[in-house]
């Protein structure tokens, strides 16, 4: 979670990619997101929404199945790296400017854990409820002075290596937000682990926050707003 940024950035014409075919007009996909969560899809077009010229976050900002990208094993041992791959692997596949993440809970008493493996930790992957009733039920015993805890993210970029002579570069770049988690969910806004952290300085869990207040402090949006002057270069010459 402490890896240097790896640093590059840059993109052109994605003319040849036959995802962006002769009819698709202006408002042909632009950019990438290698996932098919669509909350995570709604985050990433709020945090872009009239930061990057020209660019219609609504429609040209998408997720990986409306434009046949892969899904792409997280086969890496650090955040850092499954973002990389996603991103690599989506933007190889379509042509376009890729953008991915990966993100987890990280407990303190836990030794970082559930990590990487977040999203799997009961065993089935994505499932919200087991997971949260799998970590309440391992911290049950754990006081509050000793429940602390961050969202952790890395965010990669990757320009597919057909695009232009500035092809195949990267950027990674990370986000943090720390808290205290609680005892029973609380909340309905949100996905994941959202319902049982606390963010410092607030008495309200993530899944309680208005988009706009979660935008502004979440570990994603840290990440990606660190990006988006990378984005905003790779987006320059389209």
Not at 90 to 96: D, K, N, P, S
Not at 164 to 176: H, K, L, M, P, T
Not at 210 to 233: C, M, T, W, Y
Request: negative net charge; hydrophobic residues 40%; proline residues 6%.
């Amino acid at each position: 979670m402490s890896e240097p940024s790896s640093v590059s950035e840059h993109g052109a014409g994605h003319e040849s990619s036959p995802l962006n075919g002769g009819g698709a007009g202006p408002a042909a996909p632009r950019l990438v997101l290698a996932t098919h969560n669509r909350g995570k899809l709604r985050e990433l077009r709020e945090l872009l929404r009239g930061q990057v010229p020209g660019l219609d976050v609504d429609t040209q900002v998408v997720d990986a199945s409306a434009v046949g990208g892969p899904d792409v094993a997280e086969t890496g041992v650090t955040f850092a790296e499954n973002s990389l791959l996603k991103a690599r692997a989506v933007a190889e596949a379509t042509g376009l400017i890729a953008i991915a993440d990966d993100s987890g809970l990280s407990v303190d008493v836990l030794g970082g854990a559930p990590g990487i493996f977040s999203a799997r930790w009961a065993g089935k992957h994505g499932d919200d409820a087991a997971n949260l009733r799998l970590l309440l039920a391992q911290l049950a015993d754990v006081p509050d002075a000793h429940r602390g805890a961050a969202f952790v993210c890395a965010a990669a970029l990757a320009v597919p290596v057909s695009a232009s002579a500035d092809g195949g570069r990267e950027v990674v770049e990370y986000g943090q937000l720390a808290g205290t988690l609680l005892r029973e969910p609380r909340g309905e806004g949100g996905f994941g682990y959202d319902p049982v952290l606390q963010p410092l300085g607030f008495d309200r869990s993530c899944a309680e926050l208005s988009p706009d207040e979660k935008n502004a402090i979440s570990h994603r949006g840290q990440a990606f707003r660190a990006l988006l002057p990378a984005i905003v270069k790779a987006l320059a010459g389209r």
